[in-house]
Each structure stands twice: as structure tokens, then as C-alpha cells.
């Protein structure tokens, strides 16, 4: 069976740290290739101002075009409507008969994954893979999906990666205040972002 890797998220703007994520994951598990999905309208996002989908979906282009086991889609941009995750693994599911499906996501957002959608079934469809930071607690998350999902054991994994603190919503902000994003995303997205003069009004 062929295997998949499935890495969503905003990506306002992609760095770093979602690229050593998906490429740790990628070897760990040994997956064939991992797809960036933005998301189109994010419903936990309504009362924040999120740059255009087909320009967020540009700038991950742009990062991971050089890597032959990334690729992008743009699934939930064309899809109408907020963008669930259980809607798009439902769609991939149904295209992808003869593929193991793989959920990268970090552990901020595997904590709140019960709160997301029908969670259960996100489970259910995929093998999960929280990557975290060496050092970063998460039996009381484990022992808190339990409850919900007894039989998690086999579908949730814990993947360390190395220490970086790279967050969106830092780069937006230093990209505001005038300091250098130089070295936490690809040249090409700074250069991109710079061109399109993003996030100096958010």
C-alpha cells in the first residue's frame, strides 16, 4: 500500500518549522510523499484577518517546490465553505483507495483536535503523527483522547523534532515591527512576502 503524509494548516506564512515537521515525518514513517493542504476559509479564524488563500497557497509553492516528496494541493481552496478537516480526508480517502493516509500536526493542534469536527473519525481515517519538541509532555493528552477514542493506541504517534520556535503568528508580527524574518522561512517566501508587502498592516 502506498503511503501518504497530509500536513495542513493556515501556512500565513509556511516556515521552517513546518518543513523540518514534515520532512522528519516523512523519513520516520517512511512516506512517499507529503502534501501541504491551506486551508481555504479556517473556522477557528473567523475574528482574525487571514491573507488570501491564493496567496498563502502560493508561498507554500514556493517552499516546497525543491523537495520532490512535497507537494501541494489546493483542495480546500477550491472546496466552498469553511475548511474542515474530516471533510477533506473524506475526499482524499475516496480519491486515494490504495493509500495509507498519515495527519501531521503539531501538538498545540492535536490537544485541541477534539474540539475540531467529528474527531473520532479523523482518527479513525488516519494515522496521526504529533510532532513535538524534544521535552514536550503528552500522556495527559494521550490519556485524555483515550476517553474519547479507546482505541487511539495504534493511530496516534509522538514524533520528536528539533527545538525550533518558529511560529506564523511571530513572523507576521516581526514582519510588522520592521525585524528580520531572514532564516526562519525559505528565501523565496521572504521574498515573496516582501514583494506583496504582507502583514505590515495586521
Request: proline letters at 6%.
Amino acid at each position: 500500500m502506498k503511503t501518504l503524509g497530509i500536513m495542513g494548516g493556515t501556512f500565513d506564512p509556511i516556515h521552517f518549522g513546518h518543513l523540518v515537521a514534515a520532512e522528519t515525518a516523512r523519513a520516520a514513517f517512511n512516506l512517499e510523499r507529503v502534501l501541504f493542504i491551506p486551508t481555504g476559509q479556517p473556522p477557528h479564524k473567523v475574528n482574525y484577518k487571514v491573507t488570501d488563500p491564493w496567496e498563502r497557497s502560493e508561498m507554500v509553492r514556493l517552499a516546497v517546490s525543491a523537495n520532490v516528496g512535497f507537494g501541494l494541493s489546493e483542495l480546500e481552496i477550491v472546496r466552498e465553505g469553511p475548511s474542515y478537516t474530516i471533510d477533506t480526508l473524506r475526499a482524499l480517502r475516496e480519491a486515494l483507495v490504495d493509500t495509507e493516509l498519515f495527519f501531521i500536526t503539531g501538538a498545540d493542534a492535536l490537544r485541541s483536535m477534539l474540539s475540531w469536527r467529528e474527531p473520532e473519525e479523523i482518527i479513525a481515517l488516519t494515522k496521526v503523527i504529533s510532532v513535538s519538541r524534544p521535552g514536550y509532555p503528552l500522556q495527559d493528552l494521550f490519556e485524555t483522547i483515550e476517553q474519547y477514542v479507546p482505541d487511539h493506541q495504534d493511530r496516534i504517534f509522538q514524533l520528536k523534532i528539533p527545538a525550533l520556535a518558529i511560529s506564523s503568528t511571530d513572523i507576521r508580527k516581526r514582519v510588522k515591527e520592521g525585524q528580520p524574518i531572514r532564516y526562519l522561512l525559505p528565501d523565496d517566501v521572504k521574498s515573496y512576502i516582501e514583494l506583496r508587502d504582507f502583514y505590515r498592516d495586521s
